[in-house]
């Protein structure tokens, strides 16, 4: 059976011991504690779990400066977005999982402790790769722990290097320049997934410019998970979702938050409740506030 949105713990347990092709990563992070995640994969990780760092690993470089301006070594390493997070290209990509020994046979099972703040980051880039087994476990290391899974701390055995081929992209990344030019049309509903004192403007902790694309919809990521620490239900997302649509076509959206990477549970939770796929512009706010030409709203 293959996976391709959520993966409960159980689910995963007989996953692995079915012996079928597999590779969990583990994708912990604190935004304002860059080295807490691996700090907290090394403390406790599912038994063979890849760790994947959202700076380094699920990130382009921003280039380093010289005098003819910024620069980048190889085009391989040019982003595919901008914003604080910029998403390395999709070759880029296929090298590190080919160094973590990621092919294209196996089922990937992504997880964080943030509530799946940053494991859909991945779970949407292995989309985006072409490859469409890969889910994000429900309740993260938590669930896991409580239905009685094991953890191991420490390193884990390197894997022998594998050649990850990348697929036609199965998940569409819109750039600014896609949002700009469909900006408050009837084609395309923006949903930001920030906080509602950020998307009003109220506060802004982290990028020069404070409010939201003109026309968004608000739905902050948080609000998909439930008490349990779990997604909602998919009928209950999907009454969510539809009042927050109010009747515009979910194909139209377009998800987006601060830098791209909680925009993502969003979109997850509309393919939960069978709404998706939708579009994720990755750039997001941090890249949209950084051009004075783009119009903002309070």
Known sequence: MTYTTLISAPELQSLIASGAPLMVFDCSFELMQPAAGAQQYAQAHIPGAVYAHLDTNLSAKHGAPGAGGTVTAQEADQPASGGRHPLPSR???????????????????????????????????????????VAVLDGGLQAWQAAGGAVNSGDEPAHFQSNFQLGAPLRRLATAGDVLAHLQQPGQTVIDARAG??????????????????????????????????????????????????????????????????????????????????????????????????????
């Open 91 to 133: 070759e880029r990509f296929a090298m590190w999982l080919s160094s973590v020994g990621f092919a294209n046979n196996m089922q990937a099972v992504v997880y964080d402790r943030q509530g799946a703040n940053y494991c859909g980051r991945l779970w949407w880039m292995l989309k985006w790769a072409g490859h469409d087994a």
């Open 197 to 298: 004192a950020r998307y009003r403007g109220e506060v802004e902790p982290l990028d020069p410019v404070a409010g939201h694309i003109p026309g968004a919809l608000n739905r902050p990521f948080a609000e998909n998970i439930g008490t349990d620490g779990r997604f909602k239900p998919a009928e209950q997302l999907r009454a969510e979702f539809e009042t927050l649509l109010a009747g515009r076509d979910p194909a139209t959206v377009v998800h987006q938050c601060g830098s791209g990477v909680s925009a993502v549970p969003n979109l997850l939770a509309m393919e939960v409740a069978g709404l998706g796929p939708t579009a994720l512009f990755a750039g997001s706010w941090s890249e949209w506030c950084s051009d004075p030409a783009r119009p903002v709203e309070k």
